[in-house]
């Protein structure tokens, strides 16, 4: 075990402050890697907070890890020290059951560890995350990232951008198709890049009216204003797919209406209570309403290296470890454009408690 340090909380009512933990020593193949910068998810807040009623405290959070690899295990063969590399939402799984067979980590039948607030196979321990100086992972739950963009702005790409890449990839998403994003937030903005790069006409749906421009400046061919019936009405059983990435209640039957026959919405924001459908809006056009998690490893790989043939990172706004709650706190107002991500070297001067 090695002495490292970090941000976390003892329980949900406490802010989060300087942590002083261990992590594993590098094993035969493991990788550690020296973080440089981490994204801030919404899931962070939920799991600090124990909004989810599922928290192991102490809770150190943060999976949009990308830095410089340090060390590495004698049996390694997929990285070298000095290599950039990533960690997203995961950190092993089961590898045995059929959905890890199929490269489909996310949905394996026997849990995936979360790279946070999980169980640690190696050592039994749970899972500490990004907000933090380093991290040690098996390495077939490492990526590679593209040398040529903006490594901090890399981070949000390992949860919102392999979040709305995979249904994307999913449901075949490419020109001649009309795409509509609704929601122009974290996910939201992702989506728009991606499904623009991927060739489709992208339609944005907002209920704010000053992000108009913004979507246009990310790729959105059309924005509609989702308050405006008239509006709405003009795009009615139209859209190919839909990727719903609003995480507030709202009424997903006016997004269902603006499917075309046996088309898809496909749900990755996830509100806190359940969402009521008007069933007959799918019967009688053979329409779909689906979810989606994450992505595999092969495919958050894929989607790192479209982003990197591309050019698309995420837009962020930098903040020092010790903002983590003022920013959680903007978060909640959606009064930031449109990921946070933490400069590590900003836990140099942090006095562990």
């Known amino acids: 075990m ?166 994307l990839r999913r449901w075949k998403v490419g020109p001649g198709q009309k795409v509509g994003v609704v929601g122009l937030g974290g996910l939201g903005h992702m989506a728009v890049k991606l499904a623009h790069a991927m060739g489709a006409h992208v339609v944005l749906f907002t209920t704010s009216p000053n992000k108009v421009e913004d979507a246009k400046k990310l790729g959105a061919d059309e924005v509609v204003i989702s308050k405006d019936k008239e509006q709405m009405g003009a795009h009615a059983s139209s859209f190919d797919f839909i990727l719903d990435c609003v995480a507030a209640n709202h009424d997903i039957n006016e997004y269902i209406e603006l499917l075309k026959r046996d088309a898809t919405l496909c749900q990755v924001g996830a509100p806190e209570d359940p969402l009521a459908v008007a069933v007959f809006s799918l019967i009688f056009k053979r329409r779909n309403f689906a979810g989606s998690l994450i992505g595999g490893i092969a495919e958050t790989q894929e989607m790192l290296d479209f982003c990197g043939e591309h050019g698309i990172v995420s837009d962020i706004e930098m903040i020092p470890m010790q903002d983590i709650e003022t920013a959680y706190a903007r978060m909640l107002k959606s009064d930031v454009k449109y990921r946070f991500v933490i400069d590590m070297k900003s836990l140099d001067g942090a006095a562990a408690a």
């Not at 039994?124 to 990232?145: E, P």
Request: proline share 5%; glycine share 10%; net charge negative.
């Open 2 to 167: 090695f002495a490292c340090t970090g941000y976390a909380t003892e329980s949900a009512d406490q802010p989060l402050g300087p942590f002083n933990f261990e992590r594993r020593d590098v094993g035969p193949t493991d990788v550690k890697i020296d973080i440089a910068y981490c994204g801030v998810c919404h899931s962070d807040l939920h799991q600090a907070r124990n909004e989810w009623k599922n928290t192991v405290y102490p809770c150190l959070p943060g999976h949009e890890i990308v830095g410089r690899v340090a060390e590495v295990g004698a049996e390694v063969t997929k990285f070298k020290v000095g290599q950039l590399a990533g960690v997203g939402c995961m950190v092993e799984s089961c590898r045995e059951c059929a959905s890890c067979r199929d490269g489909l980590e996310q949905y394996c039948e026997n849990g995936f560890v979360a790279t946070y607030n999980g169980v640690e196979k190696q050592t039994g321990k749970t899972t500490f995350g990004g907000y933090s100086k380093a991290v040690v992972v098996d390495q077939d739950f490492v990526l590679r990232l593209p040398e040529n963009l903006e490594l901090a702005a890399v981070a949000p790409l390992l949860c919102a951008g392999i979040t709305t890449y995979s249904p």
